[in-house]
């Protein structure tokens, strides 16, 4: 049951696992923590049932519920981080536009923006505390029921795959509308991009107010875009995010790791490793030891199995797992998936996969 004590952000449980912590900071572990991206997800049958008949975006706004799916995977798997749940779409909702979840089809925008007149539509001022208040509710009280066990990531979507979502009113296989306005309307689509960092940067500050001990920012859209692009419509935002969200949490005497995951964007990665993030997070098409050379010890690195080799028997992932560790090394280093977990993963292989990284960093660390 939900307490009084439960809705304030204060006298959380002592965090007792900081290995995930210690690891973005680059510090020294005993073994290399690992979480997944979507490990409150689908391929979890009692994910499936409490998420059975209820509305998406309801469910998103129903703290007990976001804290209800935040915990059933640690209650499976030793996962050294839990990410709350929600999405990043709440944020496109909080600047006034209707996203839908609809089934088979995704996440849908039924009004998108055409042209950059419609950036009159979306809120002028928006209040964070006000439309977003309940993500921060429900990160204030899975921090309570999580008592410490691991700590709770925070997230956010960043502004160019926010955009793209935004105008594409949907998943896209080209993304040419959006892509149309950086071309076609440069002028409007920095005014929209300037306007998704604002909110964002309150967004990620309530998060941390409310509990959140880490902060993933998602460019889940980064190779849609090239180099020279990304440069101009992606990187100075994602820069702008950490740096004025570091500059608040200094002020408050507060110190919260940030990892920038942009995927397919190893294009970028020297730029991402500058960009004042602790962590950068990298999907499966990336080789281990040519990203470390190429962030040059700067930055913790978080990732990258291919979330398919989960389909291979548990040897097999035992075997992956550790080429893995050996390509990236024990130290700085978060596992993860290169990408989100799918609905029709196998819990025990995602169990295999948790148990890998333990026991072959715990080992590899030894004989150091
Ligand atoms: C692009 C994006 C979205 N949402 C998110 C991203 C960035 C990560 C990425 O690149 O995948 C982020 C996200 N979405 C969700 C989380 C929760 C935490 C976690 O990772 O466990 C997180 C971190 C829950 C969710 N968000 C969604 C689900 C599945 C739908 C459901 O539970 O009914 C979950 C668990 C829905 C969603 N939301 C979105 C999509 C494309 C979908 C899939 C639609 C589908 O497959 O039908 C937008």
Redesign the pocket.
């Known amino acids: 049951m939900e307490t009084d004590r439960d809705c304030y952000p204060k006298d959380f449980p002592q965090l007792q696992n900081d290995t995930f912590l210690r690891a973005a900071r680059g510090e020294e572990t005993e073994h290399v923590p690992v979480w997944c991206?979507?490990?409150?997800?689908?391929y979890l049958p009692e994910?499936r049932e409490s998420?059975a008949g209820k509305d998406?975006f309801e469910?998103c706004q129903t703290p007990a519920a976001c804290c209800e799916l935040?915990l059933q995977p640690l209650r499976r798997f030793p996962f050294d981080a839990a990410?709350?749940?929600?999405?990043?779409?709440v944020v496109p909702q909080a600047m006034g536009m209707d996203v839908q979840?609809v089934?088979?089809?995704?996440?849908t925008f039924p009004e998108p923006l055409k042209e950059p007149e419609d950036l009159q539509r979306l809120r002028v001022k928006v209040d964070v505390g006000k439309e977003l208040g309940y993500v921060f509710k429900a990160i204030t009280l899975t921090r309570h029921k999580i008592e410490g066990k691991v700590p709770l990531i925070g997230?956010t979507?960043a502004p160019w795959?926010l955009m793209s979502?935004m105008i594409e009113g949907g998943?896209s296989n080209t993304h040419s509308k959006a892509k149309r306005w950086l071309y076609r309307h440069p002028e409007a689509s920095h005014m929209l991009l300037r306007m998704l960092t604002d909110v964002i940067v309150e967004y990620l500050l309530g998060q941390v107010a409310a509990g959140a001990q880490a902060l993933?920012v998602?460019e889940?859209h980064a190779g849609i875009l090239g180099p020279v692009e990304f440069k101009e419509f992606a990187l100075p935002y994602l820069r702008d995010i950490a740096r004025r969200v570091k500059d608040k949490l200094k002020e408050a005497g507060q110190d919260v790791p940030m990892i920038v995951f942009a995927?397919d964007g190893h294009y970028a990665l020297e730029d991402l490793s500058q960009s004042h993030y602790e962590v950068v997070g990298l999907d499966w098409t990336i080789d281990p030891q040519s990203a470390r050379e190429r962030t040059g010890g700067k930055v913790s690195l978080q990732g990258n199995m291919d979330p398919c080799a989960l389909y291979a028997p548990k040897e097999r992932i035992s075997d992956i797992v550790k080429k893995m560790l050996e390509g990236f090394g024990t130290r700085a280093y978060i596992a993860n998936l290169g990408?989100?977990l799918y609905?029709d993963m196998d819990p025990e292989s995602v169990g295999a996969f948790v148990e890998a990284v333990h026991t072959h960093s715990r080992q590899m660390i030894k004989q150091k």
């Open positions: 991206m979507r490990q409150a997800g689908r994910f998420r998406f469910t935040t990410i709350i749940f929600s999405d990043i779409l979840m089934a088979g089809k995704g996440p997230f979507g795959t979502y998943g993933q998602f889940s995927k990408h989100g609905p």
